[in-house]
């Protein structure tokens, strides 16, 4: 099992450019999640899915940001127009359903915004 | 939600015992305790997880006191792989999945 794939590993854009990241969850798990790490805030949850449809995205910081999970496999978080505080490691993890309650995290995008 | 309060930073040796504490005085009864651990640059991994009793698996043991305010996490013999920041998280048992918020936890040190 290759794990939480994410996709890019590093990126670095100017402020005003959109960004989007890519997560393929590990096949079967029906849960996935989007997290940001920074250094003044710690992990944080953006957004969780269920079965593809967003639960909470209440941990989105504003407009700006916007997940989408097409299919089982797929999701993206984009991020337009971004700007420096956007700067962090974003992770994605994901789940099986029922009462497995371990989450499994990808390696994560370090963005950084100039 | 409720909150868990955890050390900043320990240091143990390697290959002895390492015990972490958590404090989450204000849990619910429906709570799980879960630990995660993130190792230097890489995304956070799952450790264990418990509600009541005292649970142990392949990687570490997880000790509830029986009010369930406090747990710890030991680590039976420290590795220079285990250096880390520990989380001690807790997390409603709700069929949406659990939602986890995690704090500052513990940065474990390990001396040669």
């Known amino acids: 099992d290759a794990g939480v794939i994410q996709s890019p590993r590093h990126e670095v854009t100017e402020m005003g450019q959109e960004v989007t990241l890519r997560c393929k969850p590990i096949?079967?798990?029906?849960?996935l999640f989007w997290y940001r790490q920074t250094m003044m805030r710690g992990l944080e949850l953006l957004i969780y899915?269920?079965?593809?449809?967003?639960?909470?995205d209440s941990g989105m910081p504003e407009d700006r940001f916007s997940a989408k999970m097409p299919n089982a496999s797929f999701s993206t978080l984009k991020i337009q127009p971004s700007e420096p505080r956007d700067s962090a490691v974003y992770f994605c993890?994901?789940?099986?359903?029922?009462?497995?309650?371990?989450?499994?995290f990808g390696p994560g995008t370090r963005l950084t915004v100039t | 939600d409720a909150k868990t309060t955890q050390p900043n930073s320990m240091e143990s040796n390697e290959e002895e015992p390492v015990h972490l504490p958590c404090n989450h005085s204000?849990?619910?009864?429906?709570?799980?305790i879960h630990w995660y651990r993130q190792l230097p640059s890489q995304g956070p991994e799952y450790v264990i997880h418990?509600?009541?009793s005292n649970v142990n698996n392949r990687m570490a043991s997880l000790a509830i006191a029986e009010d369930r305010k406090s747990s710890t996490l030991i680590l039976h013999r420290a590795t220079l792989r285990d250096a880390a920041v520990y989380y001690c998280?807790?997390?409603?048992?709700?069929?949406?999945?659990?939602?986890?918020?995690f704090g500052g936890g513990t940065r474990l040190m390990v001396k040669p």
């Open positions: 993890a994901s789940r099986t359903g029922g009462q497995t309650y371990e989450q499994y």
């Open positions: 096949s079967g798990h029906n849960s």
């Open positions: 899915f269920n079965n593809n449809v967003p639960i909470d």
């Open positions: 204000t849990i619910s009864g429906t709570d799980y």
């Open positions: 418990g509600l009541t």
């Open positions: 998280i807790l997390s409603a048992d709700n069929n949406a999945g659990n939602m986890l918020t």
